[in-house]
């Protein structure tokens, strides 16, 4: 309940008994109904009617019954409009995926749907573009698109493009880089360089710094204003992620102002810190 107060407001005869019934005569098994009863109670909050035609489509869609992944596409179609859905697959495509692909993630993780279409579009734009991934590679881990961008990937990702550069790495895995705890990573790319683990960690805690500093900016919806010194760079809501990070990690911005779109508001204005020389192997 502490996931879905919702369901209290609902009589159990008029919304879970029958959907439980439709996933039962369709072959769900009572243990992933239950798991998914508290780990995606949202799944139930759908009419009966709607839960039925959900069940169908994803059957068509090839998800089995009898798995767990079912029900998590059920929370996922549950979650999201069609036509939602169809502008998502459609962004996707700029960055080169097929509709087969978008299914194939799809059906390898759906939750990664949920995900808002501009924090999927920035995350993509990161890798693809900055990193140099080839998109092909997120639809074998979808997931990732679930990261925070100002946590892990940005940090992460930078980090690894300075030790790439200065042929402390030879080459950059998604799954090493992004898929691993926090323990893991510092262990695979700090401590194994045992003669330059302590500058290697010092230069990934300026990139945790550095990340930390776009709480304030809304990357789609605002105006951002990078002044240097006596210039202004101005980044337009039209202009990629990409290019505001490229603009900010000139050593002269020394702060960026905030500004609401379409107005001369400042949402924010936010100090970064000025970083060492970065370390060279």
């Given at each position: 309940m502490k996931r879905c107060p919702r369901l209290m407001g609902y009589n159990p005869c008029d919304i879970l008994s029958p959907n439980i019934n439709t996933l039962l005569d369709n072959g769900v098994a009572e243990c992933n109904i239950a798991s998914a009863l508290c780990s995606m109670p949202l799944t139930f909050v759908t009419s009966p009617d709607k839960f039925k035609v959900n069940v169908e489509e994803a059957k068509e869609m090839g998800f089995d019954p009898s798995k767990p992944i079912f029900m998590a596409a059920l929370f996922a179609m549950s979650g999201i409009s069609k036509p939602t859905f169809k502008s998502k697959i459609e962004a996707f495509k700029k960055f080169g995926w097929t509709e087969e692909e978008v299914s194939e993630a799809f059906h390898r993780y759906p939750k990664f749907m949920l995900v808002s279409k501009d924090k999927s579009m920035v995350t993509m734009d990161f890798l693809v573009n900055k990193m140099g991934f080839p998109s092909s590679v997120i639809v074998k881990?979808?997931?990732?698109?679930?990261?925070?961008?100002?946590?892990?990937?940005?940090?992460?990702?930078?980090?690894?493009?300075?030790?790439?550069?200065?042929?402390?790495?030879?080459?950059?895995?998604?799954?090493?880089?992004?898929?691993?705890?926090?323990?893991?990573?510092?262990?695979?790319?700090?401590?194994?360089?045992?003669?330059?683990?302590?500058?290697?960690?010092?230069?990934?805690?300026?990139?945790?710094?550095?990340?930390?500093?776009?709480?304030?900016?809304?990357?789609?919806?605002?105006?951002?204003?990078?002044?240097?010194?006596?210039?202004?760079?101005?980044?337009?809501?039209?202009?990629?992620?990409?290019?505001?990070?490229?603009?900010?990690?000139?050593?002269?911005?020394?702060?960026?102002?905030?500004?609401?779109?379409?107005?001369?508001?400042?949402?924010?204005?936010?100090?970064?810190?000025?970083?060492?020389?970065?370390?060279?192997?």
């Amino acid at each position: 309940m502490k996931r879905c107060p919702r369901l209290m407001g609902y009589n159990p005869c008029d919304i879970l008994s029958p959907n439980i019934n439709t996933l039962l005569d369709n072959g769900v098994a009572e243990c992933n109904i239950a798991s998914a009863l508290c780990s995606m109670p949202l799944t139930f909050v759908t009419s009966p009617d709607k839960f039925k035609v959900n069940v169908e489509e994803a059957k068509e869609m090839g998800f089995d019954p009898s798995k767990p992944i079912f029900m998590a596409a059920l929370f996922a179609m549950s979650g999201i409009s069609k036509p939602t859905f169809k502008s998502k697959i459609e962004a996707f495509k700029k960055f080169g995926w097929t509709e087969e692909e978008v299914s194939e993630a799809f059906h390898r993780y759906p939750k990664f749907m949920l995900v808002s279409k501009d924090k999927s579009m920035v995350t993509m734009d990161f890798l693809v573009n900055k990193m140099g991934f080839p998109s092909s590679v997120i639809v074998k881990r979808p997931r990732i698109l679930e990261m925070s961008m100002e946590n892990r990937i940005v940090p992460r990702g930078l980090f690894a493009i300075d030790l790439l550069s200065k042929g402390v790495i030879k080459c950059i895995n998604v799954q090493p880089l992004l898929g691993t705890t926090d323990r893991l990573f510092v262990e695979k790319f700090i401590n194994r360089h045992k003669a330059e683990a302590s500058q290697l960690l010092k230069l990934y805690h300026e990139k945790l710094d550095l990340s930390k500093n776009w709480r304030l900016i809304h990357w789609w919806k605002t105006i951002i204003v990078l002044i240097v010194e006596r210039a202004c760079f101005l980044i337009w809501r039209t202009d990629s992620w990409l290019k505001v990070m490229e603009q900010s990690v000139n050593p002269g911005v020394r702060r960026l102002v905030v500004l609401g779109a379409g107005s001369n508001r400042v949402d924010g204005i936010s100090r970064l810190p000025t970083f060492s020389a970065s370390y060279s192997a």
